[in-house]
């Protein structure tokens, strides 16, 4: 086979290619935005790549980078659809990481601290030294109250039966959110914005500037939209999945298909599911009441009981 000459450009030449018309992927917007609770939102700002070629989404980066692998090949809409399912069915990463978004969000200040330990992001956060911190508070109503959960010690989904609780529960944020009055006080008084704002409870709201790529933003709805997550930051990842799914149809439909909505079994549950095929009981060979409980789980999802 004979190597083709590589085409260089001439000295102070630009090299275009020639392609179909180029489109916005955000149709010429600079913003496209969706409320969270009542003072949160998710807006997405920016997207690499911003333009494609005409009838491509911006899915178009990551067949470009993955054929620089796998070689060029047909180019066909559907097979570009086969190879980023493909892709995401095997894990591959890096042409996720060729697509990237940039988000601007308010949050409040709890759901934030779990949104940060996710570090592959850049982010650039209101500063409460630097700045006043807005009068917005993350208020539930009496019946979004919820109950601690028996079985999960870190959640709870239920709603709490007994009105009063509820409603002590409101009082008592009511209460917390009632000293913004104080904080403004302190301030009018000379003190430190960084000192004064540290009485200010962590339902108030924060916003930043957040940029991923497409791989690890993934990984986060893989975590932030499953149930196990708190529900007020399921709420955001649920908006940008809306967001991003516009921009990105092909490799949004193949996570959920393979992964979000996707079914993952241990060598322990493949032993039962195998027993459970041969017409044996197909108990799971552990003890761990943890693992036996999100066999449970799976065994539900899967239809199995
Ligand atoms: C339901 C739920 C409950 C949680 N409960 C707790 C809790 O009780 N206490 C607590 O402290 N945290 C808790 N977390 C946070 C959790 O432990 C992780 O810190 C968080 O989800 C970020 O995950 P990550 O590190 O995979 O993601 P990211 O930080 O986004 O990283 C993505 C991936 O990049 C790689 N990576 C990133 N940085 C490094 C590094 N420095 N070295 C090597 N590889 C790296 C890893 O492969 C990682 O998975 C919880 C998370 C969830 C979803």
Redesign the pocket.
Known sequence: MIAEEPVRAAPGSIRTEPESPLVDVMGGSARHEIRVHQHGFVALVDVMPRLVPEGKTADAAIVQAARVSYGQGTKRVNEDRGLVRYLMRHRHTTPFEMVEFKFHMSMPIFVAR?WI?????NVNEYSGRYSIIPDHFWMPSADEVRQQSATNR?GGEEPIGDASTAEAFVAYLERAVSLYPEYEQLLERGVSRELARVGLPINAYTQWYWKCDLH?IL??LE??M?A???REIREYAEAMYALMEPIVPVAMEAFRDYRLEGVTLTRLEVDALRARLRGELGVLGTSNSREREEWDEKRTRLGLD
């Open positions: 779990q330990r996710h570090r592959t992001a870190q690890n990984h986060f975590l932030r499953d196990h997550a708190q």
